[in-house]
């Protein structure tokens, strides 16, 4: 009989790993039975783009739903949705990389310069990089806890910079990214409602409570 952690090992892990990479797969499957669209590049760079703030949603999410059911197993699962955020991001990157601008680092420079929001999205991958790279549980100990956590709070600042991405790339109808900006409100707005409501008020000295 599978104690708690083997399930988490064995059982719930491989699951959300394998649920995870159904996006690809979809769009595998789409790639090789042309149902791409007229647009195929567009198509591939919009997919992979919803899914990194789809994934960055949800990794924003665990936080909130551990303080709201108290279920603490959840963070257990928050570095490998971040990473999936990560993975998209790789993909949507090298989307726009190969596909539209065939790896000429001139122009992708020019583009990233010159485009408001290929700027934005470009800065909020490579916040994403130091991100994934100190995911381990050795880079935690390295860093010690409280500067890991500094630097994993850029997070916050990337799903903004994705959300104002998307917004700018659609420029007319705003529908998507509005809602995707909502959710992100939301979730920030939740952790600084928690914040001081955890934080215990400040009495002067000598003042009588």
């Excluded at 990194?52 to 928050?78: D, E, I, Q």
């Excluded at 998507?176 to 409602?193: C, I, K, Q, S, T």
């Amino acid at each position: 009989m599978f104690d708690r952690n083997q399930q988490i090992r064995w059982v719930i892990k491989p699951a959300i790993f394998m649920l995870a990479l159904i996006p690809l797969a979809i769009l595998i499957y789409r790639a090789l039975t042309n149902d791409l669209g007229a647009n195929p590049i567009e198509t591939i760079n919009r997919y992979t783009g919803d899914w990194v703030l789809r994934f960055l949603m949800l990794t924003l999410a665990v936080t909130p739903l551990r303080r709201l059911t108290g279920w603490n197993g959840l963070l257990r699962y928050r570095r490998m949705l971040g990473l999936f955020a990560f993975f998209y991001a790789c993909l949507h990157f090298l989307s726009y990389a190969w596909l539209d601008q065939y790896f000429v680092l001139a122009d992708i420079i020019k583009d990233v310069i010159k485009r408001p929001y290929i700027t934005v999205g470009f800065a909020s991958f490579l916040m994403l990089i130091p991100l994934a790279l100190t995911s381990t549980n050795a880079m935690i100990r390295r860093l010690g806890a409280k500067r890991w956590q500094q630097l994993h709070r850029l997070v916050y600042l990337i799903g903004i910079g994705g959300v104002v991405h998307f917004l700018w790339l659609v420029k007319s109808d705003i529908r998507e990214p509005l809602v995707y900006g909502v959710v992100l409100a939301l979730l920030l707005g939740f952790r600084l409602w928690d914040r001081r409501r955890r934080t215990p008020d400040v009495i002067p000295s000598g003042a009588v409570r």
